[in-house]
């Protein structure tokens, strides 16, 4: 099991040396970005069983233990070749820790942002998220969001068809999450069933990535690079955007 520490000085791990198995080859990088004084960010590569992000939310110590909790804990529950069920379980194992840590810590907020995506044999892969953490797919040289925001504008959207630009909308913060992990009131994640093809490069990324760069920058580094390559190249040009926010991203690619 590879998990990002950010108190590592290389703020880099990789597993492309030695996958355990000839199904995928990943690489991930995060940096703590040119404003925030701590890395909120977590992630886990294990070619074997997954790959996961999670954004620490709130600027302050109960994000980096909420997004370290969820990794930690979803990470030791998923095993390989998971199922759709499986990969429910070992989220809602993540969530009710985050609960946990949150509460033996004495805090009263504290929450992260999650996304994750199985490892199979070419065959089906479960996506599960909450937040704004996302996944894309680089696929024939195409670009695609795999999964949506749980944010204000979307569910605002969703529910009526308003956008941001709609003027009855001014003032109301469109960016605010609307799940996540951390919050009362239960577990309530998206799902997404997969069939990854040989080739396929799937990116899992905080919002200090995608929040930083357009989708033609993304696709263009996917495309070049190797895994591990594009990884650190995703954060580096986050931090030359302007490094608003810790930029955290995962790349996994399907083998034959």
């Avoid at 991930?28 to 925030?36: K, L």
Wanted: glycine residues 12%; aromatic residues 6%.
């Amino acid at each position: 099991m590879a998990v990002y520490d950010p108190d590592t000085t290389d703020p880099t791990f990789r597993c492309e040396e030695n996958p355990t198995q000839d199904d995928w080859v990943v690489g991930a990088a995060s940096s703590i970005g040119m404003s925030r004084t701590e890395n909120e960010d977590a992630c886990w590569a294990d070619p074997a069983r997954g790959f996961a992000v999670a954004d620490g939310i709130g600027g302050n110590p109960g994000g980096r233990l909420a997004a370290t909790t969820a990794i930690e804990s979803f990470a030791a529950s998923l095993e390989p070749q998971s199922s759709m069920g499986d990969a429910l379980t070992a989220a809602a194992g993540a969530y009710k820790d985050v609960l946990a840590a949150r509460d033996a810590a004495g805090l009263h907020r504290a929450g992260t942002t999650f996304v994750a995506m199985t490892a199979t044999k070419l065959a089906t892969c479960t996506v599960v998220w909450c937040g704004d953490s996302r996944l894309y797919r680089f696929r024939d040289g195409g670009f695609e969001l795999m999964t949506v925001d749980h944010s204000v504008a979307n569910e605002l959207h969703a529910d009526s068809g308003l956008t941001a630009s709609s003027p009855v909308l001014d003032g109301v913060p469109m960016g605010a999450l609307t799940r996540y992990l951390g919050v009362d009131g239960g577990f309530e994640p998206d799902i997404r069933v997969l069939i990854p093809q040989a080739g396929d490069r799937y990116l899992l990324c905080s919002d200090g990535v995608h929040g930083q760069l357009s989708a033609r920058v993304m696709g263009d580094v996917l495309a070049s690079s190797t895994c591990l390559g594009a990884a650190k190249a995703l954060v580096g040009l986050a931090d030359l955007a302007g490094g608003r926010d810790n930029a955290t991203a995962v790349v996994a690619e399907a083998l034959g």
